[in-house]
């Protein structure tokens, strides 16, 4: 073989020799990337298809928010009530009164039938102070028959008054949660109950107490001759007056349900209570201070009734909402 053929032959072994190399640490290379070493992972570049491919939702593994299984996340949409705006509002308000003006025109033809019989059970109260040769007069031609139409529609609002609340109810469930409107039904129910409650408290406790004082001032020249107006206005408006006193306790639970108020809230605002009740004993009554003492009385009493009624059924705050603004504190303390 001659010098030439050898120097060929060494310079293809130290290539071949040179590639055994390159192949080894590649190999070096490749296995220590997938036993965990410290060198840095080398860069994949990423196919397109799984660049366009949408990223998984958060929480598919049950754990992420919203996404787990022990209902803990959002309600659904159909939880909740489609937002409304303002002209969705006043149509909501419109169609409830409506149904509410219906009933209410339902309930007077219903009573207007009975009005006499009413009318009487109205007087009991009077009759027995009433002294000899006093009786009740009308002034004007149509006064009788428009006595009996207003008394048959006071009597008609008291007749479907649990459809009327129910109806006002109503209006207010759009702006409520789902565990809040389940509420609507019952509060209904007893605001009826309380409406009534308090017109029986005035026609019981208050009309004979009041009809005696007035009565009292009679003399042998100063005889009563009270009209059919003037009675049944007086009536009526107390009635109204004290059933929606009565209402007090239930509109106070409903605020301590959304935590509008809290018992303590409710005792600091006590003595402005008090001056309040006078004030609206004021509005709502004729304008006498017997009148205006007997509902004001009334009206305090259910204020702390009201204040109980916060205690045992107002939203209860959870502890753990005011660890957060502890936590808050305790870098400006530090910082201090």
């Known amino acids: 073989m001659s010098d030439q053929d050898k120097i060929f032959k060494d310079q293809d072994g130290a290539s071949d020799a040179g590639k055994e190399e390159d192949r080894d640490e590649k190999t070096a290379s490749v296995s220590g990337d ?5 060198g840095e992972a080398e860069t994949t570049p990423v196919p397109a298809e799984a660049a366009d491919a949408p990223a998984p939702a958060d929480g598919g593994d049950g754990s992420g928010d919203g996404g787990s299984d022990d209902g803990s996340g959002e309600a659904g949409a159909g939880d909740e009530l489609p ?53 009740l007069i009308f002034t004007s031609l149509p006064e009788g028959f428009f006595t009996y139409i207003k008394l048959s529609a006071v ?89 929606v006193a ?35 004993s004021a509005i709502l009554t004729p304008p006498d201070v017997v009148s205006q003492t007997f509902m004001a009385g009334p009206l305090i009493i259910l204020y702390e009734l009201g204040i109980w009624v916060a205690h045992f059924f107002g939203k209860r705050r959870a502890p753990e909402e005011d660890e957060p603004e502890e936590d808050e504190d305790e870098p400006a303390k530090a910082a201090s």
């Open 34 to 38: 997938a036993s965990g070493g410290d």
């Open 83 to 135: 937002e409304m705006g303002l002209l969705e509002h006043l149509d909501e308000l419109r169609s409830r009164l409506t149904r509410a003006f219906i009933a209410a025109f339902v309930g007077l033809l219903a009573c207007y039938s009975f009005a006499q019989q009413i009318f009487d059970y109205l007087l009991e109260p009077l009759k027995p102070l009433l002294p000899e040769g006093s009786h």
């Open 246 to 280: 009565f209402e007090l306790p239930l509109f106070i639970f409903f605020l301590a349900r959304l935590g509008m108020v809290t018992s303590k809230s409710l005792r600091k605002f006590r003595k402005y209570a008090i001056l309040l009740a006078f004030i609206a």
């Open 155 to 243: 009597a008609g609002i008291f007749l479907t008054s649990p459809y009327i609340f129910y109806q006002l109810w109503q209006f207010v469930a759009p702006g409520l949660y789902k565990d809040e409107r389940r509420w609507l039904v019952p509060i209904a129910f007893f605001s009826a109950l309380f409406f009534c409650s308090g017109a029986m408290f005035g026609y019981f406790v208050v009309f004979p107490i009041a009809f005696e004082f007035f009565m009292g001032f009679t003399t042998e020249i100063i005889r009563p001759m009270p009209t059919l107006k003037e009675y049944l206005s007086f009536s009526l408006k107390l009635l109204i007056a004290f059933g």
